[in-house]
């Protein structure tokens, strides 16, 4: 494991969480650097929209590279990539395309464990099985599990808890560095996985759901704005040109 990742790996301390505020290219890179970023992410959100594509790994993987290539031309911080689903069908290329990523410079990759376009979550099995294959690589994966995606807070329980866990703790072995759990906004249940999860845990921030301070006293290791930034600034920009359109 290279030094970078070492140390980008060492960033995530439960109740003493890394704040990633995601971008999408070199120019958003550059903004967030000079706030006071310690690392840098991308949402493949954002990524996808900003070139005129969609989230799901329709933006193609040599374009994800370039976009990659051009932000670590900007900045000196450790850069983690989303890739979504690992951009493979085998473990096998799921390992060559995290490869690239991470010999251009990248540190760290989110990685999913359900395919583009799917609904239902890949066995646990298949799953760590492609989260090993990128941690081969020597990067820090930010194995994501979407156990709380489409549920609805009135159906949480001790189940999909369980679920998480049991996945984190697979995941764990597969040689993940964290354990990205997105969707969740009740701090019950953050603290219950952050106190099970054998990994550090990231949170997906959303309004509503806590102040930094509030999260890392749940225990959480890593917050991220994922697509947030990136909506934000799209919608200032359409309210500003509205207003010079508006002028006649």
Not at 60 to 86: F, H, Y
Not at 184 to 209: F, K, M, Q, Y
Request: overall charge negative.
């Amino acid at each position: 494991m290279s030094n970078k990742v070492v140390q980008f790996r060492a960033m995530h301390v439960p109740g003493n969480p890394l704040v990633l505020y995601n971008i999408w290219d070199a120019g958003s890179t550059k903004a967030v650097t000079e706030a006071g970023a310690k690392a840098i992410a991308t949402g493949s959100y954002g990524v996808a929209e900003a070139q005129g594509f969609h989230d799901g790994e329709t933006l193609p993987l040599e374009i994800v590279l370039e976009n990659l290539q051009r932000i670590l031309s900007v900045t000196d911080l450790p850069v983690t990539i989303d890739m979504e689903a690992g951009y493979g069908d085998t473990p096998e290329e799921v390992r060559a395309s995290v490869a690239k990523a991470f010999e251009l410079g990248a540190v760290g990759i989110n990685m999913e464990d359900r395919l583009p376009g799917e609904t239902a979550l890949l066995p646990v099995a298949d799953a760590a099985a492609r989260i090993a294959a990128a941690a081969s690589t020597g990067i820090h994966v930010n194995a994501r599990t979407d156990v709380y995606r489409g549920k609805d807070p009135a159906d949480y329980s001790q189940g999909l808890i369980d679920e998480v866990l049991e996945r984190g703790r697979a995941y764990a072995e597969a040689g993940a560095g964290s354990l990205f759990v997105p969707f969740l906004g009740d701090h019950a249940t953050i603290r219950a996985i952050c106190e099970g999860s054998p990994l550090p845990v990231n949170v997906l921030w959303a309004p509503g759901r806590g102040t930094t301070a509030e999260l890392a006293a749940l225990g959480v290791a890593r917050i991220s704005y994922g697509h947030g930034p990136w909506a934000a600034t799209m919608n200032w920009l359409k309210e500003q040109a509205q207003a010079v359109y508006a002028q006649g």
